[in-house]
């Protein structure tokens, strides 16, 4: 896909992933007992919360905290390269860095507070826009199978780092649609497919990844071919897929 076929600096995503647990989640965590995410302007970040409607969120190489609290409405940013992850925590809301607190069995750790964070500009850029046209893409599924799918919620896990919406591929099958901007299993944004079960119909041709399928940004040419490819993960699932006949 135009855009982000370059490979990322995975240390820039990771330093991302980092700041979504340990900040952005953490942040709305505190304050609600949950922690997914979603795609804000620019990149991603918390829906609001809390008695003063507090967002927290990335756009691009900065941290904004906003609050719509009645009679006080604020904005608050702050770069991130150059900042430590104790002052970004802070600026949050967020106090207790060193406390327990998990978003699942690969929670990043919380790593240095004191240490200056550095970012790659062009990988933040790739991120940010890789999850805002992905969140396109999943926004068209979920309207396409909204009465069939039982879609849930698009979300932004900080665990994974990745965004996605399951839905309803069959009865008692259920699949993750989603888009990862680059980790140690593909050094680019991705697409994947992630099925609830063991089943893969069709071969390996198509389920090429150990949690299902994946197709690399650089493999897709257009948000059409995207959606494409997502939906014929959930065809096969749902058993209306099958391979073309073979010539002769």
């Known amino acids: 896909?135009?855009?982000?076929?370059?490979?990322?600096?995975?240390?820039?995503?990771?330093?991302?992933?980092?700041?979504?647990?340990?900040?952005?989640a953490r942040a709305r965590f505190v304050a609600t007992g949950r922690f997914s995410l979603r795609v804000?302007?620019?990149?991603?970040?918390?829906?609001?919360?809390?008695?003063?409607?507090?967002?927290?969120?990335?756009?691009?190489t900065t941290l904004i905290v906003e609050s719509d609290a009645e009679g006080a409405a604020t904005?608050?940013?702050?770069?991130?390269?150059?900042?430590?992850?104790?002052?970004?925590?802070?600026m949050a809301g967020v106090m207790g860095l060193s406390s327990p607190y998990s978003v699942g069995h690969d929670t990043p750790p919380v790593g240095?507070?004191?240490?200056?964070i550095q970012v790659d500009e062009?990988?933040?850029?790739?991120?940010?826009?890789?999850?805002?046209t992905v969140g396109g893409v999943l926004d068209?599924?979920?309207?396409?199978?909204?009465?069939?799918?039982?879609?849930?919620?698009?979300?932004?896990?900080?665990e994974h780092f990745d965004l996605a919406v399951d839905i309803q591929a069959r009865a008692g099958?259920?699949?993750?649609?989603?888009?990862?901007?680059g980790d140690s299993y593909l050094g680019e944004p991705y697409l994947y497919v992630g099925p609830w079960t063991d089943a893969r119909p069709g071969g390996a041709t198509f389920w090429n990844a150990p949690f299902g399928a994946a197709r690399p940004a650089s493999a897709i040419a257009t948000a059409d071919d995207a959606y494409d490819f997502l939906m014929e993960g959930v065809g096969r699932l749902a058993q209306k897929w099958a391979p073309p006949p073979m010539p002769g």
């Open 140 to 158: 068209r599924i979920v309207h396409t199978k909204q009465n069939t799918g039982s879609p849930s919620l698009v979300r932004l896990w900080p």
């Open 75 to 90: 904005t608050k940013s702050k770069p991130i390269s150059g900042s430590a992850l104790l002052r970004l925590a802070h």
């Open 40 to 60: 804000t302007p620019g990149g991603f970040g918390t829906p609001e919360f809390g008695p003063d409607l507090r967002r927290v969120r990335i756009s691009g």
């Open 173 to 181: 099958v259920r699949v993750n649609l989603g888009g990862s901007p």
């Open 112 to 116: 240095s507070l004191a240490k200056a």
């Open 1 to 24: 896909m135009q855009g982000f076929s370059e490979p990322v600096d995975l240390a820039t995503v990771e330093e991302l992933r980092r700041i979504a647990t340990h900040v952005l």
């Open 122 to 132: 062009a990988t933040v850029d790739v991120a940010c826009r890789w999850f805002a």
